[in-house]
């Protein structure tokens, strides 16, 4: 029984895996029909290779406490701008190489381990994190004439998210609820380092 629920478990990650995989991940860009604002925060919320390492983010920072967490909130979406600004400028999208499987892993590794960081680390990969990730959105936008504004929206929607999940976390008490909040990121590191090996491999 348990072996057959461990590889029902490796099966679903698995298919996130090749979900998420880097040949598409940064290729597809969401028309909603209302406009760049509302397309950018349609598309964090449909690309999860841009939302998984956020909800990452997001609890690692509530696992650290309220100022790691105000922290991230402001620090992310500001990052996440300025890579987009930076990736619009540069107007092609370099192949991503890793960054998005590397986010996974790093951010679900630290957010498992529940190691105590202060908040200029916490703050440092967040900015880490909206720096590359906004960087590939912004060089998307440009490369298919779609308008920058569409980073506004994708910031916003970064900074809801990160608002609700990482106040949701600080508020825990139980020890429980702490441990599925790890939980949630050794899923989130285990997709990174399929991620990583499909990237080496050369298939991604």
């Known amino acids: 029984m348990a072996g057959a629920r461990v590889r029902r ?23 909603t029909g209302l406009g ?23 609890l690692l920072a509530g696992l650290n406490g309220p100022a790691a ?10 990052a996440w701008l300025l890579g987009g600004a930076a990736g619009v400028f540069a107007g092609i999208a370099p192949p991503p190489a890793g960054v998005t499987a590397l986010s996974f892993l790093v951010l679900g590794i630290l957010t498992a381990a529940d190691r105590r960081l202060s908040p200029s680390i916490v703050a440092a990969c967040a900015a880490a994190l909206g720096l590359a990730h906004g960087f590939l959105n912004g060089a998307a936008l ?8 569409g980073l506004f929206g994708i910031a916003g929607a970064v900074f809801l998210l990160v608002a609700l999940l990482a106040a949701l976390v600080v ?16 899923w989130i590191a285990a997709i990174g380092l399929l991620l990583l090996g499909w990237t080496l491999s050369g298939r991604g």
């Open 69 to 78: 967490g105000r922290r991230a909130l402001f620090v992310l979406p500001a």
């Open 36 to 58: 760049p604002v509302y397309d950018g925060i349609s598309h964090l919320f449909v690309s999860f290779d841009d939302l998984l390492p956020v909800v990452a983010m997001a």
């Open 171 to 186: 508020s825990l008490r139980r020890s429980g609820a702490r441990i599925a909040v790890r939980v949630a990121g050794s």
């Open 9 to 31: 478990r490796l099966a679903l990650v698995a298919g996130a895996a090749l979900l998420l995989s880097p040949a598409a991940a940064h290729a597809h860009l969401v028309t």
């Open 142 to 149: 440009a490369a298919a004439g779609r308008e920058a504004t």
